[in-house]
């Protein structure tokens, strides 16, 4: 089955500790984008990438970092520089051009 | 002024009844605009894409589209309580090949369906 996996589905952290989410699409997408959406509040961009090895910080990239070394990965590094980690984290795709985004079921982080 | 704007809600709409939800946006190159439902805890999935002006219909819903007026909306027509969700309107514009490409989302509409 094609589609967006994030891993995990929830993860704590502990203060000063940086966290890994992971993100692989096997939908052959150019684009990955990761979004980080807080409770009752809208998509807030965090990074994006549109071709391998070149990514681009969205609205709050601050405290996050990402690598984009296959079209498959896209894993997302929140850094112990983020102060207010705690929120949903959203991993998506898409192909070049007028389509639409995809999302994968999202990782819930959560502060030790 | 946002450049995707949405009425937060929440929205109730009878059992049955038609439910629109309405999205303005400010930017009038954008080219493809796209409705997602969301459900609580869940992640947005995609129910309606709208290229070209003019109403699209699959099933229950209805997308309309005015780029003269800058404004695309979503209907439900008899709306079930499984409707009850978070809708998001996005909106993006294409540029070049390796242009600056991003959907920006509305903050969505809270849409609940009254049994």
């Known amino acids: 089955d094609g589609g967006i996996t994030q891993s995990p589905k929830y993860l704590f952290r502990k203060e000063g500790q940086n966290v890994t989410l992971s993100c692989e699409q096997n939908?052959?997408?150019?684009?990955m984008y990761w979004y980080r959406q807080d409770p009752g509040q809208g998509l807030r961009l965090i990074y994006y990438?549109?071709?391998?090895?070149?990514?681009q910080k969205g609205d709050i990239a601050e405290g996050y970092s990402v690598s984009r070394e296959k079209k498959e990965s896209f894993p997302l590094t929140v850094t112990s520089a983020q102060k207010n980690p705690t929120a949903f984290y959203l991993c998506?795709?898409?192909?070049?051009?007028?389509?639409?985004?995809?999302f994968g079921d999202g990782t819930r982080l959560s502060i030790l | 002024q946002k450049e995707v704007e949405q009425n937060s809600g929440p929205l109730s709409v009878p059992e049955g009844a038609i439910a629109s939800l309405n999205c303005t946006y400010s930017?009038?190159?954008?080219?493809?605009f796209f409705w997602y439902r969301q459900y609580s805890g869940k992640s947005p999935e995609l129910i309606m894409s709208?290229?070209?002006?003019g109403d699209k219909e699959d099933g229950r819903f209805t997308a309309q589209l005015n780029k003269a007026s800058q404004y695309v909306s979503l209907l439900i027509r008899d709306s079930q309580p499984s409707d009850s969700a978070t809708y998001l309107c996005?909106?993006?514009?294409?540029?070049?090949?390796?242009?600056?490409?991003?959907?920006?989302f509305g903050t969505g509409t809270r849409l609940t369906i009254i049994p």
């Open positions: 998506a795709s898409r192909q070049r051009g007028n389509q639409p985004q995809h």
């Open positions: 990438s549109q071709i391998v090895n070149d990514f």
């Open positions: 996005a909106v993006t514009k294409v540029k070049s090949p390796f242009g600056n490409e991003k959907l920006t």
């Open positions: 709208i290229y070209s002006n």
């Open positions: 939908l052959n997408h150019d684009a």
């Open positions: 930017d009038r190159v954008s080219q493809s």
